[in-house]
């Protein structure tokens, strides 16, 4: 069994202890993390504790994080394919679009919107984490992923 943590949509411009010391206490035995953008500065990743640390850009990132992350992802972790994308455009409509951005995928890790987000629909996991900085009416939240025989996913207010 592999355990991933999830976070998106930060929005900070520098290294925050206190999320810092949050995250290392929710994602203390993962194996992985991954950011789904709007990490704003390529500073911030280095508050995510783990393994391996893989990130994709966001609409609100700067130059340094545009010039070295993609805009999406895919992988593959415990035999499921995993689409890692911040997403774009309006609330309304966004897992229509992630999902247009993916072929055969078992799970879409997104964020943008900062509501959290988690359900299966046709067999494929819609997972946003929500945001770490909160905001637009949500808590803050990250997520994490339990890869085992399923794929399933679990919101954590912070």
Do not use: C, W
């Not at 010391?21 to 508050?47: P, R, W």
């Amino acid at each position: 069994m592999m355990r991933v943590g999830v976070i998106s949509d930060t929005h900070l411009r520098s290294y925050d202890r206190d999320l810092a010391k949050k995250l290392a206490e929710h994602f203390k035995d993962v194996q992985m993390i991954l950011h789904a953008g709007d990490i704003t500065e390529l500073s911030v990743l280095d508050m995510l504790e783990a393994p391996q640390v893989i990130a994709v850009l966001g609409n609100m990132d700067g130059f340094a994080a545009a010039q070295s992350l993609p805009a999406k992802r895919e992988l593959k972790l415990e035999g499921f394919q995993i689409g890692l994308i911040h997403g774009y455009g309006p609330p309304n409509g966004l897992e229509e679009r992630v999902r247009r951005e993916f072929d055969d995928v078992d799970a879409i890790v997104f964020g943008h919107s900062h509501k959290p987000t988690n359900y299966l629909l046709n067999g494929l996991l819609y997972f946003n984490p929500g945001s770490a900085a909160g905001g637009r009416g949500h808590p803050k939240t990250v997520g994490m992923l339990t890869l085992g025989d399923s794929i399933s996913g679990e919101i954590i207010e912070i």
